[in-house]
């Protein structure tokens, strides 16, 4: 069954500390995948997508997440967290023959001064 | 930049009253979605909406909802008769076709 996971819903790092949020997803055909940040009371914003170019993909706010087709994984880094990173993070698949986003179910990042 | 806009931002009904949700997507788009997160849950798909008809449903998107395209720019949800359940944040979303959807800021349903 095609179906996306997020290892951890609560992640917290140091200011200026690597973060890493884990996105795994299960599916044959490599899917079109999805990085979005949600800020308290905010919608959903784009932060990286990959869409089968090249598997390592850069997004705002110095984000970045690499795709890798054998460990069927897309998770996502930032060298140096900031204090404006705390939010919640979704990773989103569009798995290839479905139009609808299949979301995982979100980890909340906080930024420890 | 194109986006997506919804109304009301917030919206209280008491159970059983209707509701229609309103979305204005990106204006060149042809594919249109609403999903909808229950506080503290992730974000669920209801249903896609493409060429004048629904392409495709969730189980939650059951014969209390519909959407509908009145005209060339809104896309609307409505909940005929809303239950406590369906308090929830609901997205309106679009895409021209490639693969990424564009996200309204949200419609927070209180129901009451």
């Known amino acids: 069954a095609q179906s996306v996971t997020q290892l951890g819903s609560h992640v917290s790092v140091s200011e200026g500390a690597l973060v890493l949020l884990r996105c795994n997803y299960s599916s044959s055909v490599p899917p079109y995948l999805f990085w979005y940040v949600q800020y308290p009371n905010q919608g959903l914003q784009l932060l990286l997508k990959y869409t089968s170019a090249a598997t390592l993909v850069k997004g705002i706010n110095g984000f970045e997440a690499e795709f890798k087709k054998s460990e069927t994984s897309f998770h996502l880094t930032k060298p140096s967290a900031h204090m404006s990173d705390a939010a919640e993070y979704f990773c989103a698949v569009n798995f290839i023959g479905n139009e609808k986003l299949t979301f995982g179910t979100g980890t909340r990042l906080t930024i420890i001064p | 930049e194109p986006e997506v806009t919804q109304t009301p931002s917030h919206q209280v009904t008491q159970m059983g009253q209707e509701v229609i949700l309103r979305c204005v997507p990106i204006s060149n788009h042809l594919y249109f979605y609403w999903y909808r997160q229950i506080l503290g849950q992730k974000v669920e798909f209801l249903v896609s909406?493409?060429?004048?008809?629904?392409?495709?449903k969730s189980e939650i998107f059951d014969d209390q909802f519909s959407v509908e395209r009145p005209d060339g720019s809104n896309f609307t949800l409505k909940i005929r008769s809303t239950k406590l359940e369906d308090s929830a944040m609901y997205f309106c979303?679009?895409?021209?076709?490639?693969?990424?959807?564009?996200f309204g800021p949200g419609t927070r349903l209180t129901v009451l």
């Open positions: 909406f493409y060429n004048n008809e629904i392409s495709e």
């Open positions: 979303a679009s895409t021209g076709g490639l693969a990424q959807q564009f």
